[in-house]
């Protein structure tokens, strides 16, 4: 399990998906993945905006997960 608060965890990785980044740092389960992922099908809802209103996650973690994905973004483009 990775450390959703220390980025040097998330060094060997490439591009993530949201999902993915909260999955490997254990704040979701496949489960949770999936719920999300099949009201997404119907609503057009961003999935940690899904989450939160059912409070699997917090605004916190939302807000570093999304910095962990844009600093994976970030360092591909710069490679």
Known sequence: MKNLYDINDWTDDS?????EILLEAGKINL???SMVLDIQR???????????????INKKDLA????????????????
């Open 31 to 33: 489960f949770h993945l």
């Open 64 to 79: 570093q997960a999304l910095l962990v994905q844009e600093t994976i973004q970030k360092r591909c483009s710069d490679a």
């Open 42 to 56: 119907f609503k057009k809802v961003p999935m940690g905006e899904i989450l939160i209103s059912m409070k699997v």
């Open 15 to 19: 591009y993530l998906r949201l999902g």
